[in-house]
């Protein structure tokens, strides 16, 4: 992208960035919304991978957590810095044609994605290029997004959150867009889907790609109907494998393809309360029975493969049958579906191509855990990468709670990414505020998944806090938390004195009734009357007990 | 409650109301928040059950839901009306002692309020009190709390939930907790807890209770420690006692008892990174250390029950010692405690007092059912009543959320009741917009374990509103859904003209993108084929399906 205004992108084609000017709001410094952090490096030999390190008072070490902000401070005109460009230059020169980390993987090879996202991991490169032949981790990766700093989706890392963004044809502007992402990784988003389906898609994206750190996912098909006028019937494979290139020439990391949708499968969804609710699937059903012929995607599916491994780009074999209602959950065309994902897994991993696939949906919580299941099964372990799910469907406005219930249990139960849902979900597009609030969301659902994992380490962040809090240390309790400008602005809205910040309550219970300060006043006691914390409370008071228990142990028989 | 502004309660005191006048501000019309919405009862005799019957259009039935609103319209100086007057006469008259509805199940009676509830959930009267005799369920009614619309807790019924408001010494008046209390049965509350610590701690209640229709909860031991100016160890059991029957008199329907914190637990929490973070356990530690002596509340349970029976209070046997943080949960001081309260409830059942078992608090996903088996187990499957529990301690500010998580789970999992986190939980006194988003994430995790449970009838309202959704029918979406205002607003953020809630599409996808129209779209060009819906999709979807799979099945070959 050159910085007068104008840029090339990769396919050659010109595009006027007149919007490239005073429109560009920078986003507020890092710093303003994470207080009291600062970005460190692990290093390993040439690799640098960052990680976010929050400072903490009372002689507490620091706390250091993943970080998806990438560099800051650059000027998105130009866009980020190209970190890959000679991992990619040398495999190149050495005239590599399938550039996938799978196909490196299952080769023995360990390459610098691996080497990164095993720092960033804290687990071997062995086990990361082990993870990733078996198909159980995809690295989604494209040869030509450059800024990209490698991270891997698989039930044994870390669970990761995306967010989509994306203007449609009613609202939202480029810049608006590029914010967004920026506003999504700061709060902590692992990938970004562009999901424009409006004008200028193809700037639009060239802008995201150009100033993202992290993976960029989209769904061609949105792309491609746009080339169609929006009929659908006019659709086929050559246009789509065109766009394909175009996009993968642009460098984005993972394709969603509906390439599950069977014509045979149409039927199963007749019955159903909310019928088709994604938008890929019900272009490629609508496409299938104006045809009368089975779904492009699927019968020219290696073609889309020969593209994927050439790019290095990911499957998200999108899920274009998932229920969009309670009703609809765990039915005949859902799992039909499903059951055609694992078949297109095992061609595209036959190419090498990495692959995820897509869950859904609305699922209330006792059929949670058969979604997982299944799709350990049938799809041989390859990620899943779940919206939501949401566990009920009467609460628009609130759909970032009804489907972080969902994601967080969907996640403890083995899926690799959650893709989050915004509480503007169904009813309009999601604005920067939105997009921050469904990202926390979904970082909560991760991270409780984490917890719930037994991830080594998740707990660490918790129990800081946690010390914070029971000492009153207020500052590193607002800074450890997910949004610690909004944790200290709900503390201040009763009790905004500085003074506060040392306080040894809040408002909620006041002073008299703090539990926590009549709990050091315990202990103080404790200590007072000879029983030093640990020792006496043990010592002294299980003698205490002892007696009692002598004196005729419990004052009401249990039967 | 006289209406000159001044008021004499039940203990004789004269309480000057002197706030009485414009101070009391009301509540908008409630069909302002709930639109398309109105009163309809139930009705058994003499009976009269409110529902709420919400309108749809589109020739579809109405759907009847729940309704904790209570009556409308009253003047707040005077009260609700005094429903179970005549109910509680008549008891009084025949000169019966123990007025607990356990002790009427027992003896083979079913009461009004045991009636009231069986319509109000749809079951028969026999369930209800054969649920209320084996103690797995509880209906708090003091039968001094004559404007209480009955209701019950367990786990055979709809998951209930509750709202802490009151006010502490820093912040908050009467006015403003009664209508924090209105605001909260008006999104849903099924019983509200009355948590105030600072001054006017009487007034507030009283008033708070003549105006509720839905059950007071309150933890007795905050008036006693206000009653000893703060001094814990100056507590004794006739403070207790007496002000048990301060408050019994004015109506109280539950107690929050933490009887189960004894001496011997206390060392358990000598290493946890919380300490002891329940209020009433704080202050019971400190007085058992600073006696070394037993828990009085422990000692003296028998006198508790006393006044229990003679009122119809039921106990909520508290939770002293559960977990503040992720570290501490499940541990021994909890489950220490847990068992004393199963050998508690035995006690209070000898008495035919009713009682429920509070449960925490910060617990990780994979060990909150735990909780419930054991609690299930050790206290005899009387009602489970929790706070959330908090899956992650690192969202200070999103805290309904983290807790929503876990309200949900383990209500699918047996709790009988759950009680809210709002989003200044650990950081300040909730608001009124906070109260709203606590009551209306708690709904969610309620109905959503409703769901899970296979509660018949649940899915009605999701099936009603996802069938409004598909069919465009965008006010019936909001009308059915928790909070219709939000819905709606955020609807209108990006499509306000009034003709865009006839459109087929929102902003999400716009026109072009929208599934449900493409699925209309699907389904018409199958009936223009001949194919209509259900038959020929089903039939000739299936036929083609057929020939397709005759002609080779699936493309590539699952191993």
Request: glycine share 8%; hydrophobic share 35%; with cysteine.
């Amino acid at each position: 992208m050159s910085s007068n205004g104008d840029t090339i992108d990769r396919t050659g084609q010109h595009l006027a960035v007149t919007t490239a000017g005073g429109d560009v709001r920078a986003l507020r410094p890092i710093d303003e919304d994470l207080p009291a952090s600062r970005k460190v490096f692990l290093e390993d030999g040439d690799l640098r991978v960052p990680m976010r390190e929050i400072a903490v008072s009372g002689g507490e070490p620091p706390v250091r957590v993943y970080d998806t902000s990438g560099p800051q401070g650059h000027d998105v005109r130009r866009g980020l810095p190209k970190l890959r460009e000679p991992w990619i230059a040398r495999r190149i020169a050495r005239g590599d044609t399938n550039l996938s980390q799978m196909h490196y993987a299952r080769r023995g090879e360990i390459t610098e994605e691996m080497r990164f996202v095993a720092l960033r991991e804290q687990v071997s490169p062995e086990f990361v290029r082990d993870e990733v032949a078996r198909g159980r981790a995809v690295i989604p990766a494209n040869r030509n997004h450059l800024e990209c700093e490698p991270m891997i989706i698989g039930r044994n890392f870390l669970v990761k959150i995306n967010a989509n963004i994306g203007n449609s044809a009613v609202t939202s502007s480029i810049t608006e867009e590029v914010e967004k992402m920026q506003w999504a990784i700061r709060w902590g988003s692992d990938t970004v889907m562009d999901l424009s389906t409006g004008p200028n898609i193809h700037q639009t994206r060239e802008w995201i790609i150009r100033n993202s750190p992290v993976p960029i996912g989209t769904v061609p098909i949105y792309q491609c109907l746009e080339k169609v006028k929006g009929r659908a019937e006019d659709l086929n494979t050559d246009i789509f494998i065109e766009t394909l290139i175009e996009q993968a020439e642009q460098g984005v990391d993972y394709f969603t393809i509906h390439a599950g949708v069977l014509l045979r499968h149409i039927p199963l969804t007749a019955k159903r309360t909310t019928g088709i609710v994604s938008r890929g699937g019900s272009i490629l059903a609508k496409w299938c029975l104006a045809h009368h012929k089975e779904n492009f995607l699927y019968t020219d599916f290696e073609r889309i493969c020969e593209v994927m491994k050439k790019y290095d780009i990911a499957f998200s074999l999108g899920d274009g049958l998932r229920p969009g209602s309670i009703a609809d959950a765990n039915d005949a065309a859902q799992f039909a579906e499903l059951d055609t994902l694992g078949e297109l897994t095992e061609v595209a991993w036959k190419h090498d191509v990495q692959v995820m696939i897509e869950g859904p949906g609305h699922v209330p919580m006792h059929k949670i855990k058969e979604n997982v299941d299944r799709q350990m099964e049938v799809c041989h372990e390859a990620p899943f990468y779940t919206l939501g799910p949401l566990v009920t469907d009467i609460a628009p406005g609130y759909d970032h709670i009804t489907s972080g219930i969902g994601a967080a249990m969907i996640g403890w139960f083995g899926t690799a990414m959650l893709c989050y849902v915004t509480p503007k979900e169904h009813l309009g597009l999601p604005d920067r505020e939105d997009v921050k609030t469904g990202v926390i969301t979904y970082k909560i659902a991760a991270h409780a998944a984490d917890l719930a994992k037994g991830h080594p380490g998740a707990q660490r962040r918790d129990d800081a806090l946690s010390k914070a809090r029971f000492e009153f240390r207020w500052q590193d309790q607002f800074n450890l938390s997910f949004d610690p400008t909004t944790a200290r602005q709900f503390h201040d809205e009763t009790l905004p004195a500085e003074a506060a910040k040392q306080s040894h309550f809040c408002s909620m219970c006041g002073p008299a009734f703090c539990s926590m300060r009549i709990t050091e006043d315990v202990r103080a006691i404790a200590a007072q009357k000879g029983i030093s914390e640990e020792k006496a409370l043990a010592e002294g008071m299980a003698q205490k007990a002892e007696e009692f228990r002598e004196k005729g142990g419990s004052l009401y028989q249990s039967k």
